[in-house]
């Protein structure tokens, strides 16, 4: 299907309009300027002070757009998703093949690698936990899928959003709740993500901290609004003005406002490019909207407090097998520094002392080793030399056979000192003893 372009057709009249009525117009900016468009027209300023309009020839189906930003062009996507409209070189042109879905109520709404994307978002009984985004060789939505490894949001709608980079950052929102009256309620989402968009992995951040202010619980309902500023969001609900930056951890609280410039707001848009909001207020007497044009600095005033957004996830369960990991390492590590003692060098080295010591020599150091920490008196080990030698002869052999044993351990525990010692019996002085040092 030829995409549909409607040229607009310049009159060189610039009208005074002020007002319109409800329901009946949507704004957006584009470049320099502020559009508003109607059922027959479209009215450009710079800054509300003159106006410039054309007839653009379009048959809207209704006036519920939101727009989203790429380089030179701007893109109307009809709220609830699914129709697509261009707007570029004073043009619409629709780019779609869709239909209105109906089930984006809410989204969040944003441009990457040059394709509109759309996250959460409530409609057809659902709230939506998908992101979607319109691939414009056939003209068509199609889903993005997340890794299958990757843990996901809990759907939700009323969303802020940020990109930075390559990376969606989502916090809070709301999604549905039937309580046991069967009466339909909304939950408010505290949990901050953020999507690697290149990855599709999700990373929980952690849990927001909505206590800054006391109309913080009324964030996310439907009469407050939003607006892209500074790489961020600004919220305005009930009088009060916070800019989330979901990216640095930070929401920020105007605190110079004057809650009358607020009051009855049905719409705002700020556009960079000339430093300028633009505010539609309800006059209650006509059901029309007027349109007032601020500076950010008349509009929100120069003094902000600053709070934490959320606080940072801890990975309990990681931290201690870590910890677990390192206590062990340490454990092991300990081990193999501590001087070892010269029982444990000798009973691990045993076969190989065996080798270099006689079967006799060898029973009384499997003696001494079977009874350490215990001292092993004289009579005990002499049972081992042959019994026909007198007393004095088997006591000269225990002591060679003991100097023997003690100068092959002293190779193999490396001790400068003597590692059997000789000491007397506690009991009877007369007796000696011999013992593992």
């Not at 996250?119 to 060789?137: H, K, Q, S």
């Not at 600004?234 to 989330?244: D, H, N, P, T």
């Not at 005990?380 to 092959?408: G, M, Q």
């Amino acid at each position: 299907m030829m995409p549909l372009v409607i040229a607009f057709f310049l009159s060189f009249v610039s009208p005074s309009y002020s007002e319109l009525p409800s329901g009946s117009f949507f704004s957006f900016h584009s470049k320099e300027f502020f559009y508003t468009v109607d059922s027959d027209s479209v009215f450009v300023t710079k800054n509300g002070k003159s106006y410039d309009t054309w007839a653009h020839k379009m048959d809207w189906p209704h006036f519920d757009f939101d727009a989203i930003h790429r380089p030179n062009e701007t893109i109307l996507v009809t709220k609830g998703g699914g129709v697509l409209y261009r707007f570029k070189d004073n043009a619409f042109e629709r780019l779609d093949k869709s239909f209105e879905h109906r089930n984006k109520f809410k989204s969040f709404d944003f441009t990457f690698d040059n394709k509109i994307h759309s996250f959460g978002g409530y409609g057809l009984f659902m709230t939506n936990p998908n992101l979607t985004f319109f691939n414009e060789l056939n003209q068509e939505w199609s889903e993005f899928f997340y890794h299958p490894d990757s843990k996901i949001p809990a759907p939700r709608q009323r969303i802020f959003g940020q990109l930075e980079d390559s990376f969606l950052y989502v916090a809070g929102g709301t999604n549905k709740r039937v309580n046991e009256q069967l009466e339909l309620s909304y939950n408010v989402l505290k949990d901050v993500w953020k999507l690697d968009l290149n990855t599709h992995f999700w990373t929980y951040l952690g849990k927001a901290d909505f206590d800054f202010s006391d109309n913080s619980s009324n964030l996310f309902l439907p009469s407050t609004l939003k607006v892209s500023y500074n790489s961020g969001t600004l919220a305005i609900c009930r009088g009060e003005v916070f800019l989330f930056d979901i990216k640095n951890n930070v929401i920020k609280k105007f605190m110079d406002v004057n809650p009358i410039l607020f009051e009855s707001i049905d719409r705002i848009d700020f556009n960079p490019s000339t430093n300028l909001f633009m505010i539609s207020k309800l006059k209650h007497n006509s059901q029309s909207y007027r349109f007032v044009f601020m500076t950010p600095l008349e509009l929100l005033g120069s003094s902000t407090n600053e709070y934490q957004l959320y606080q940072k996830d801890i990975q309990y369960g990681l931290y201690i097998l870590l910890s677990l990991f390192l206590m062990i390492a340490l454990f092991f590590v300990y081990l193999k520094i501590q001087p070892k003692s010269n029982y444990s060098i000798i009973v691990k080295r045993s076969n190989n002392i065996r080798k270099e010591l006689s079967s006799e020599d060898f029973s009384v150091l499997e003696l001494l080793l079977k009874e350490h920490p215990t001292a092993v008196d004289f009579p005990s080990i002499l049972t081992f030399f042959e019994p026909n030698l007198s007393y004095e002869s088997r006591v000269k052999k225990l002591r060679l056979s003991i100097h023997r044993i003690d100068k092959v351990l002293s190779i193999y525990t490396k001790s400068k000192g003597a590692v059997l010692k000789f000491r007397q019996n506690k009991d009877d002085r007369r007796i000696k003893e011999v013992f593992l040092n």
